[in-house]
């Protein structure tokens, strides 16, 4: 089945900087892949997706890079506020098995 | 309803008892999901519905695990026997269709003493 790493599991970063976070695949029939925020207590958020017929998608501050060859996708957010402060998880999944496979998460923290 | 309501919010229960989880989607979701989500894990796949029956339960641990959703809409997770190890955030989730956008619920949060 299919198998998804993500890295850091913790990341502190400067208010205003950028955070990047990192996940691999396995499967090459993955071609669906969210990314998720969950606050402490919280439900996962949807924050943004990709499917494979595309590299790159943005909305506002947050955007997510695929690279297929690779088998690996990221998550960027620009221009960090306190309230990004957040575990966030990637996904996969495959076309006509629609279960999620998640990372660990990375807990991101925001330094004022 | 506005977003995937879960009930209870909490439950804590005896080792060796049964338990029921319920879930609420979104009003005319048809695909509907159960993860089960362990302290500072991700969230793991368990079953999925489409409509009124399980399309893909292969994420279920074992035969004690079960679900329903007879309507095709509420869906309820039933847990026998409980072990402590069944303790984790239950999680529902919803979509508009398979290749719809996943919605989850706030969780229900399972304490087998």
Redesign the interface.
């Known amino acids: 089945g299919e198998n998804v790493e ?1 890295h850091p599991s913790t990341l502190s970063v400067q208010e205003g900087d950028s955070a990047v976070i990192k996940c691999t695949y396995s499967d090459s029939a993955s071609n ?1 892949f ?1 990314w ?1 925020k969950q606050e402490l207590g ?5 924050i943004i ?1 990709i499917r494979s017929n595309v590299g790159e998608k943005k909305d506002q501050r947050i955007a997510v890079t695929l690279n297929k060859t690779a088998k690996h996708f990221s998550l960027h957010i620009t221009e960090t506020q306190p309230e990004d402060s957040a575990v966030y ?1 990637c ?1 996969a999944s495959i ?11 990375t807990r991101l923290t925001i330094i004022p | 309803g506005a977003g ?1 309501s879960q009930t209870p919010s909490n439950k804590v229960t005896e080792k060796g008892k049964y338990v029921e989880l319920r879930c609420d989607p979104i009003s005319g979701h048809t ?1 509907l ?1 159960w ?1 089960r989500q362990s302290l ?6 368990l079953i ?1 519905f489409q409509g009124t029956g399980a ?2 339960d ?2 279920l641990p074992n035969d004690r695990f079960f679900a329903v959703r007879p309507e095709g809409s509420v869906s309820t997770l039933k847990i026998q026997r409980t072990e402590r190890g069944d303790s984790a955030v239950y ?1 529902c989730a919803s ?1 508009l269709n ?2 719809g ?7 229900t949060r399972l304490t087998v003493v």
């Open positions: 993500q669906y969210p998720y919280k439900r996962p958020q949807l997706d998880f996904a076309h006509g098995n629609e279960k999620l496979t998640f990372g660990t998460g | 995937v695909a999901y993860y500072g894990q991700g969230p793991e796949f999925y399309a893909d292969s994420g999680l979509s398979p290749q956008l996943t919605f989850f619920g706030q969780g």
